[in-house]
């Protein structure tokens, strides 16, 4: 796999998981 590739998916699920989880709310649901 291309490094960038890789990089750019690590980044592209840590937005989601961002905006998914926004900050300061990182209360058990």
Known sequence: MDVKE?????????????????AGDDTPR
Do not use: N, S
Not at 7 to 18: E, F, I, M, N, S
């Open 6 to 22: 890789a990089v750019r998916k690590q980044l592209d699920g840590t937005w989601r998981y961002l905006i998914d989880h926004p």
